[in-house]
């Protein structure tokens, strides 16, 4: 089954508007959780590491006032696309990492989000 | 800073046919690459990786450090195989992506 669930899977909004997309690992917990952006028909593009218990840590080129994130408990992560415009549209991706294990990533389905 | 390249966006091959999805990468240190895959309207899961040397359904990959590549094989493509390929490094904790490829395994 499922190791990791985000939910809405699909959102649609208005320009000048907060969505809030939020990633559930459901098999263990997480202290660490990844934000990916995907264009259409381009690389998945890391945005952010999410920490449990303290402030995540954004990539280059990343805004984190725009780009909000949370980690609130051990299972859950945030992110907050705040005062949205429509080149925010775009899919987002979460995904988490089991630790011990050498480097698998279980990923969310993703949300995609059109800003109008 | 890493980068990971995979030239081509989609590669079309017949059934039966072999086939090789390339990968190129840089990164100054030691790195750890991986194969992740997604099937039509699934998520991405992972393929294989390298420190394991293993062979999942049938595609290996061998870690060419000479020729910083992490090239994606299968002797003989069959149809379900068809999906869209990632190539990753990983970096400390975090992991870098290609730009996928698209593979398409005719009949």
């Known amino acids: 089954g499922a190791v990791v669930s985000q939910h809405p899977s699909w959102v649609i909004c208005k320009s000048g508007t907060s969505v809030k997309i939020e990633c559930r690992s459901l098999d263990f917990q997480a202290t660490t959780m990844f934000w990916y952006r995907q264009f259409p028909k381009q690389s998945l593009m890391l945005m952010a590491t999410?920490?449990?218990?303290?402030?995540?840590?954004?990539e280059q080129g990343v805004e984190k006032d725009k780009f909000l994130i949370n980690h609130a408990s051990l299972t859950l992560s945030t992110l907050t696309v705040t005062s949205a415009h429509p080149e925010d549209s775009s899919f987002y991706i979460c995904s988490i990492r089991r630790e011990g294990r050498t480097g698998e990533l279980f990923f969310g389905e993703g949300s995609r989000l059109t800003v109008l | 800073a890493q980068r990971v390249t995979q030239p081509e966006k989609l590669l079309s091959v017949f059934k039966g046919a072999p086939v090789e999805l390339k990968c190129n990468y840089s990164?100054?240190?030691?790195?750890?690459l991986f194969w992740y895959v997604q099937y039509s309207r699934q998520r991405l899961q992972l393929l294989l990786r390298?420190?394991s040397r293993e062979s999942i359904k049938g595609f290996t990959a061998d870690l060419n450090k000479g020729e910083t590549s992490f090239h994606l094989k299968k002797p003989f493509a069959q149809e379900e195989d068809s999906a869209m390929y990632y190539c990753a490094l990983k970096n400390f904790n975090k992991f870098y992506f290609g730009s996928g490829t698209k593979l398409n395994v005719k009949p």
């Open positions: 990164y100054s240190g030691s790195p750890e």
């Open positions: 390298h420190i």
């Open positions: 999410s920490n449990e218990g303290s402030k995540a840590t954004y």
